[in-house]
Structure formats: C-alpha cells, structure tokens
Nanobody, 123 residues
Framework: QVQLVESGGGLMQAGGSLRLSCAAS????????MHWFRQAPGKEREFVAA????????NYADSVKGRFTITRDNAKNTVYLQMNSLKPEDTAVYYC????????????????WGQGTQVTVSS
C-alpha cells in the first residue's frame, strides 16, 4: 500500500516558478514509477510528466517540455515537479500517481493516486 500526498501548490503570476512535492508512505516507493497529471476545470485529466523508479528515464507532455522538470529522491520517498515559466494555461489541480511494473512512459495503469494540489497562474 502506498499513500501519496501532494503539496506546494498555490497562486503564482505568469512567468513565475513553483515546485510541487509528492510524498509517499511505505517502504516500496522506490519500486514505483511516478507520474504527474493535471486537471483544469471542465477538462479531462491530462498527463504532465513521468519518471522511472530509478530516475533514469523521464517523459513529458509536449505542453510542458523545457519548462517543467520531474525528479525524485528515493531516500525521502518524494517526487518533485519543478515548474518554471508558468503560464495561465498551467492552472489546474495537479495529481501524482504511482505505477508498478515495466516502464511505459506516460502510459498506465496507475495503482495509487494522491488527492491533488491546486496551482493557479494569473496573467
């Protein structure tokens, strides 16, 4: 069992930066590939970024490439999403998710989800 808790969201002006964290409980965090998703009001949840269990592979949505960076610290059971050059269209609830098994980039299924953290970017 893995529990995921996101934090670090907030209100930011366009062009600014935020770093989201996703803290995992359990001793098997390092066995899971970790993903970030987001969901804007009235829109479907969309993939943002993924990182393999070792941190050796990453994958990004085209909309965030070059602006967002996903990293993980297995000693701290935490995955991060550094978000730079924020745009109003980045406004959404951001969720982290954990996937066990082979590395499949942005593809699931996902065994565990966090509750989400709100990111609002003003113009």
């Amino acid at each position: 069992q893995v529990q995921l808790v996101e934090s670090g969201g907030g209100l930011m002006q366009a062009g600014g930066s935020l770093r989201l964290s996703c803290a995992a409980s359990g001793r098997t965090f390092s066995h899971y590939h970790m993903h970030w998703f987001r969901q804007a009001p009235g829109k479907e949840r969309e993939f943002v970024a993924a990182i393999s269990w070792s941190g050796g592979s990453t994958n990004y949505a085209d909309s965030v490439k070059g602006r967002f960076t996903i990293t993980r610290d297995n000693a701290k059971n935490t995955v991060y999403l550094q978000m730079n050059s924020l745009k109003p269209e980045d406004t959404a609830v951001y969720y982290c998710a954990a996937r066990y098994g082979e590395w499949r980039g942005s593809y699931g299924p996902y065994e565990y989800w966090g509750q989400g953290t709100q990111v609002t970017v003003s113009s």
